[in-house]
Structures are given as C-alpha cells and as structure tokens.
C-alpha cells in the first residue's frame, strides 16, 4: 500500500541550519527562504514577526524588544518553540495558507543526530499540522537527489556540506553502508573569515558581509600566482571603534577557510579508511558526488580531488539535491520505504 496515496499534498522539507527548502507533491520545489525566525517578546511569550527572507532582513539590525535568530543550530533544533513556529509557517506557506490539510511530511535529519533531537524534529512537524511525519538521513536524500544509484549493489559516495554538518557517506543497497557527520560547514566558514580579518586587520564584520565574501572570493586553495580577485570590506575598526574600509584578496579568504577545508578533507579520508575494498573500488570508478551549498566553494572539487587521488564532482543542483532526493520518496514510497523512518 501506497502510505501517501490518499493525501495529495503531502510535504518534504529540508530542514537546514541555514535555509529551509520545501517541496510539495506533484508540484516540486516551492520553498526556498533562510531558517530564520524574527520574535519579539509580548507578556513573557516570544511572538512572531517574520519568518525567512524577511527575518534574514533583520539580523543584526533589530532594537532590544526584537531578536532576530535561526532556530537551528548544526543541523537540529536549537530553540523548540520557535523552531515549531517556522515549520508551522513554511508548511501554511507551502499550502497556500489552507489550514484544514494535514499533510504526510518527510524532513531530513542528520546522520550525527540523536534519537532525542531526532524526536524534537518530529514533534516539531507534528505540532505545526502534519498527520504523520517520518525522517531521512540526509546523506541518504541528498545521493538520491544527485541521481546516485543508491538501490544497486554498486558502492557510491556523497558529500553534503550543508550550513551546519558535514555529511559523508557510502551507499549501497538502498541504505547507508558508512557515514559520518561532522558540525563543519558553510556557517564555520563564515566564523573563519570573520575571526580572520579580526585577527589579521582589527575590523569586525557581520555574518551576511562574511557570507557574501565566501560567494564572491572564497576559495578552497590560494590562486597559482598573486593575490587573485579582490574585494572591498566595511566593518568596525576593534581599536577606534568607527567604521572602516579595507580591501581582502582571494588569497586571503582562502587562509582564512584553511582549517574548516582541512576538517572536511579529513572527515571524506576517514570515511574512505572504512569503507569496505568491492565498494572503495566502486567508488574509484564513479568518483566522489559533492552536495549541498558549501560544494560550491571555489576549487573545493579541486582540493578533495588532489587530497584524495579520486574523481571529485559537484552534482547538479547542489543545492537542492537533498530537498529532491526527499520529494522523490514522497512521489515514489515503494520504491524509498527502507530509507524512511517514522518513529525514535
């Protein structure tokens, strides 16, 4: 029996630390706005303002009597209640604000989560109007979403480098063979560079100047030759305490991005060190899939290539490969049963 088959809306999220992408049944991706939420505090209860694009506004802009943060924190639920606030809104906003529809929901988790953050995350769902909810390891969602054939007996590997979790695993046989999680990723990117330039030019940045540097001169290894591409940086000079301008090259945010790279090297090494000869050999032929929005760093193919002596490649769509590898198991249960779980 179909288990989604009488519900026509049913849901798949992808619950990041850094932003939320929903998609609905037969319809495909729909969502896709920043995981955070904006409250303000009304008789001791914390009330919403916004949520998503609008609350991402806010950050570090908001008067005392209103804070602005992301209820996820490393891939799991930091703040309960607001966090169940921000499904509860995403999945209205996914239904076109219809409160009468109880959807099947499927959110995906992280392989280093626990059964009690796991149980947060459900309940999460549960409360925010979802008839049943059941979870996928994200690795898992994110191979199916990059085309891995992860139901053959052929071994494949996928690196999902979200906002706050590394996930690498080795799939096989429709599950999981071996996996690792490690809390480096696109968010410890971000606090590299802003501990970088604090320490090397005595200027503070915010986190969306430090995240918008990673997109434009982020690099994954320094340039060949020279300094590479240049950009201009405001932020508060640490000894004067006013505002100040400098100029940071390629080469620099590369320094700065040294030691979360080198975590995420080391966690794909350790992996490749448990994997079992027949399927490391079929990794050799098929190479290694990158997922996720940290995989778009400049030349991090390049790094885990040459770190690794295997072929590396950014799958398409890095970003929303685990969003579509989850809204392939609604639209196809049969086929994903054994990757989805319901209770913990």
Do not use: W
């Not at 995403?90 to 280093?112: E, L, N």
């Not at 490391?280 to 040459?306: K, Q, T």
């Amino acid at each position: 029996m179909n288990p989604f088959k009488i519900f026509s809306s049913n849901i798949a999220i992808d619950l990041g630390t850094a932003n939320t992408v929903i998609y609905v049944q037969g319809r495909g991706v729909v969502i896709s706005e920043p995981s955070v939420v904006a409250t303000s505090e009304v008789r001791g209860r914390k009330q919403v303002l916004a949520v998503g694009d609008g609350a991402k506004r806010m950050l570090g802009r908001t008067p005392g009597n209103i804070s602005a943060m992301k209820p996820l924190r490393d891939g799991v639920i930091a703040d309960f209640e607001v966090a169940e606030e921000m499904i509860k809104y995403f999945i209205r906003k996914a239904q076109g604000g219809r409160v009468f529809s109880s959807p099947h929901v499927v959110v995906c988790v992280p392989t280093g989560s626990t059964n009690v953050e796991r149980r947060a995350i459900q309940e999460s769902a549960e409360a925010a109007g979802a008839r049943r909810v059941y979870l996928i390891e994200e690795p898992m969602a994110a191979a199916i979403g990059a085309g891995l054939p992860v139901l053959d007996p052929i071994g494949s590997m996928v690196v999902d480098i979200g906002g706050g979790t590394t996930e690498v695993a080795v799939l096989s046989l429709g599950g999981i063979v071996y996996s690792q999680s490690v809390r480096t990723g696109g968010n410890s990117m971000d606090d590299a560079i802003i501990g970088y330039i604090r320490r090397t030019e005595g200027l503070l940045i915010g986190g969306e100047t430090a995240e918008r540097l990673k997109h434009t001169i982020g690099s994954a290894c320094p340039p060949v030759e020279g300094d590479g591409k240049l950009t201009r940086v405001r932020g508060r000079d640490l000894v004067h305490g006013i505002p100040r301008e400098i100029e940071l090259s390629e080469r620099q945010t590369a320094e700065a991005l040294y030691d979360p790279i080198c975590s995420i090297i080391e966690a794909v090494r350790v992996a490749l060190e448990n994997t079992a000869p027949e399927l490391a050999a079929d990794i050799v032929d098929r190479g290694i899939a990158l997922s996720g929005g940290g995989s778009m760093l400049h030349n991090l193919d390049y790094v885990l290539r040459e770190a690794t002596g295997l072929p590396v490649y950014v799958a398409e769509n890095p970003l929303l490969c685990v969003v579509l590898g989850t809204g392939n198991c609604i639209e196809n249960p049969k086929r994903y049963r054994e990757a989805l779980h319901t209770s913990y």
